[in-house]
């Protein structure tokens, strides 16, 4: 339990304003001893969210409550599963936002019969019955009632309960105490009023002019002496001024002559101060930011000198005297909420949040050199007409073998670097490393833009990833959610939700997730274009992919909300869209072919969802398998506009629909199923356009991702031991062959004809795909008979492919046949399930290979080593299971050679 004697300044003022006035409680002072507890939930306390408010008895309201003991390490205990409404946890009404529950005796109301374990604070969110309403703090957070040890306490509060004031204000200042004592309050040093052998004192005090307000309460009774303290602030109203240079610049920035300009956009706000770590967090007048009316749009600013270029500099602001809020520009972000439950060994330096202070209030931090202080190679994006994307979430890559333990770390993931290279995927798609809420999520609830989440690691780690993927000839991708933000985004913080500038009230659109913005607002806009154009500088990254495109046109183009309006054609969600970044751009739109179109005309790439079909021909059903819609212009759509998948976080796995909903012959065997699985990678991966993998995909991962009420985002199991799996090895060496294959022939994929046969005439036809240019043809055959034993030729017309000029580039786990024919006619020998790829010997690609001539040296393999002829500052070595090699003499077999940046893969003989 913390006590609260000799309190700084600002303390009890925020451990006030985490519950007290949103829940006020007899007796004044709570104390285990207490047998007639009654909590009041007050549902429009300026401190509370205002989430139950106006609710009345006929939708009765129920705590979700528990206990902080000294025994449970600063988390709740002993409450009940959420959504429960037992008559314990109701609420009476007792008038208009004004709700009461009987508590009575503390220890018993939780159930604590540990004579050494106490209870530290009551932690409490109010709800209806059906858990869509809640009541929380302003910020979102818990709420939480001080319980006090026994003996003699004492308890100093205000009402309001605020720690700054922006107008003259009244007062009033409560001193409560357990046993009758002699009380004084003093403001500034001088006596406002005193009371003698009493157990409350209440004292009215007028704060009329500007400064500070130091409040002292004392309290003597024959148990002893006791003192607590707060401070308020009135700082003044902001002054009209002119920003650095005249056109306001949001956030931190370093002027040339050192000091640092701090700018918030606060469109029809009066006054907003600067409440930094380097004045000790304490309120002062002369961090009152000056404001600047700008294109319509105001801004406060002040300027600060004496800020080194390396140290972190956390801070906060105070918006209209209440708001008090993070920066939205903030580069890190320290969160009160979530900080603390982050293991040490993913950032050990991290910045510390200021706990001994308060514990509500998101921080900003600012660094001088956060965003020069890295260098970054060169980096050549790949063709977009040929990427092979990996989608991978930080969380769930690496940990614990075989658990779901949300374990993974940005560090963990750079040691898989070489794996993913090895695989031939040339771009890394990252689910959404902004700031979010909470420390274990998909990342699609951002709070703050331009910062990293710290669950991940730290800012420089994912640098470091991002250069090491470049090293291995991978580009990086951010995945983006600008549809919407959670509720601890400055912007959403500073109005009310039905007067705020930035966000909707309610979503015009059919796909309403927490707060949606307002596209149209100029600074919406601004800070779309500012946050792509942070992460490819500061971090290098080489583009996006666009969350939710489908909820990213202006608020009037969408006349209602309906299914059929959010669907259909939307030119205003086109316009948006050309905020593109001068990079990869990928859109999750899934909308009619008109609209990707026109996107497509813009250099823009357009998710191709073919989870349902693939799914259905991976479990071996009969209809609705057609794979050739993996090709764009089979589906409508410029060809090369797509980023066609299987399967991806949103939809369900492929080796679960199998296992769970696939035909006998597949579900109950796992090497057909495997075999089947291979059958989807071939018709993915061999056919026009960029593609994606979704984590695992290539291991066969099963575990669902679904739950009753959609996607189900809880954390994954890590399965890297599936590759000790003969049936799942086999599957992973067919998207690692034909994944390499495609990045070795660029052209073939991208200047190609491409052919099918069989694709039309349901699962029971053998299907071939075919690809030429010039000299150089592929083939995939595929023999799609489900059940079975008999092997049948499986033939087509070939161009320059035949048994004499071939070479198996991919084929299902135990193939062993010959391509026959030596004209234009091939076949082979296939098994029900069974496929194989053949393709000319002119598309091998890995036997001495020479480096990019701009790496001043050349590669090649040679017998028992490495041969790299020129000059150059560094060199790593892996093999294809990313072991790296610790010297250029290396044993038979294919290498990955980094030299200064630029990878080549090498045969030694």
Known sequence: ??????????????????????????????????????????????????????????????????????????????????????????????????????????????????????????????????????????????????????????RLSSSPAVSIVSQPTAVTFT?????????????????????????????????????????????????????????????????????????????????????????????????????????????????????????????????????????????????????????PYARLVLDPYNDKWLDSNIWPDMPKYPYNRFDDIMLAVYKGDFDN????????????????????????????????NAEGTISKAIEKLPYLANLGVNVVELMPVMEFNGNNSWGYNPNFYFALDKAYGSPDDLRTFVEQAHRLGMAVVLDIALNHSDGLHPWYMMYDRNANPFYNANAPHAYSVLNDWKQEHPLVQQQWKDVLQFWMTSYNVDGFRFDLVKGLGETSSYPNSSDATTNGYNKSRVEVMTRKPDGIHINENLAYDQEENEMAADGQLNWNNQNGVSGNYGGGQTTNNNLYYFDAEKCSRTQYSTISYAESHDEERLAYIARNKGVTAI????????????????????????????????????????????????????????????????????????????????????????????????????????YTYGDKEVMAFIRTTVAGSNPTLVGGTSTVLNSGNCQLIASSAGFSQNLQGTDTTVRVQLKPNEYAVFATLNTAGVDDIIADDTTGATVSGGIGEIIINGSYRHVTVHNLQGVAQGSLRVAPGLYLVNVDGHTTKVLVK
């Open 1 to 154: 339990m913390k006590k609260f004697y000799a309190l700084t300044a600002l303390l009890l003022v925020f451990a006030i304003s985490a519950g007290a006035q949103i829940v006020t409680h007899t007796p004044a002072i709570l104390q285990e001893s207490n047998t007639n507890v009654v909590l009041t939930y007050h549902a429009d306390a300026p401190e509370g969210n205002n989430g139950l408010r106006g609710v009345t008895a006929s939708d009765p309201v129920y705590a979700h409550i528990g206990a902080i003991t000294n025994k449970s390490n600063n988390s709740w205990k002993n409450h009940p599963e959420w959504g429960d409404n037992s008559a314990k946890y109701k609420l009476s009404y007792a008038g208009p936002n004004t709700w009461t529950l009987n508590i009575g005796n503390m220890r018993e109301y939780f159930g604590i019969t540990d004579a050494t374990e106490h209870i530290e604070r009551i932690a409490l969110v109010f709800r209806n019955g059906s858990c869509d309403k809640q009541g929380k703090t302003a910020s979102g957070g818990d709420i939480f009632v001080d319980v006090e040890p026994e003996g003699f306490q004492m």
């Open 175 to 327: 001193v409560d105490v357990t046993s009758p004592s002699q009380i004084a309050l003093y403001v500034n040093g001088v006596q406002v009023k005193s009371e003698n052998g009493a157990t409350q004192l209440t004292a009215a005090y007028n704060i009329a002019s500007t400064g500070s307000y130091a409040v002292r309460a004392t309290a003597t009774s024959a148990e002893g002496s006791l003192e607590r303290t707060l401070n308020i602030a009135y700082p003044g109203s902001s002054e009209a001024g002119t920003y650095p240079g005249g056109v306001p610049k949001m956030g931190a920035v370093r002027n040339a002559d050192g000091t640092v300009t701090f700018c918030l956009a606060a469109p029809g706000k009066e006054s907003v101060v600067l409440v930094p770590s380097w004045d000790n967090y304490e309120i002062l007048g002369k961090n009152t930011m000056k404001y600047q009316d700008y294109n319509g749009q105001r801004y406060f600013f002040t300027t600060v000198s004496g800020l080194d270029n390396s140290s972190y500099y956390p801070y906060y602001y105070i918006v209209d005297g209440k708001h008090k809020v993070g920066d």
């Open 373 to 404: 202080s890295f260098t970054f190679s060169e980096f050549k994006i790949p063709d977009h007409r040929n990427l092979i994307i990996y989608e991978l979430l930080f969380r769930d890559f690496t940990g614990t073998e075989g658990k779901a």
């Open 667 to 770: 579900k109950n065997n796992e090497a057909a199923m495997c075999n089947r699985l291979g059958q989807v990678a071939v018709q993915l991966l061999l056919t026009p356009g960029s593609k994606m993998i979704w984590q695992f995909g290539e291991l066969a991962a099963d575990q669902t991702t679904k739950n009753s009420s959609g996607n189900n985002t809880d954390p994954k199991l890590v399965v890297w031991n599936n590759l000790n799996n003969e049936n799942i090895k086999g599957l992973y060496e067919t998207y690692k062959a034909l994944c390499n294959f495609r990045t070795d022939n660029p052209d073939l994929f991208i200047n190609g004809t491409v052919t099918y046969t069989g694709f039309a005439n349901g699962v029971n036809s053998n299907r071939i795909i075919r």
